[in-house]
């Protein structure tokens, strides 16, 4: 038996995501497919408490957060990474 969209989110913000809803839906982080994705009940509620436009924006960050470390990653430039590390190690107490 399928829940409404609005049943179906309420069960997922109380830690008991299911799918599908009466519209063929997932719920937004996918943890009805993968338990393991269940987003903590921090950003569940925030996600409720959210306008549309809002809940599309948390989605999307966790949807690109892979893409975003590996992005960060490549913009690490060894030559500044040693000057920094250098400067650092020059200041501290660590030698
Ligand atoms: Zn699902």
């Known amino acids: 038996m399928s829940l409404t969209p609005e049943r179906q989110l309420k069960e997922w913000q109380a830690g008991r995501p299911q799918c599908p809803n009466t519209d063929s839906e997932c719920c937004p ?32 960050a966790k949807a690109n957060r892979g893409t975003r ?6 913009a690490i430039v060894p030559p500044l990474a040693a000057e920094f590390v250098s400067a650092y190690m020059a200041i501290s107490d660590c030698r």
């Open 69 to 74: 470390l590996s992005g960060y990653g490549n």
């Open 29 to 60: 982080d996918f943890s009805c497919c993968k338990a393991e994705l269940l987003a903590p009940p921090d950003i569940r509620d925030a996600y409720i408490a959210a306008t549309r436009e809002e809940r599309l924006g948390l989605v999307a």
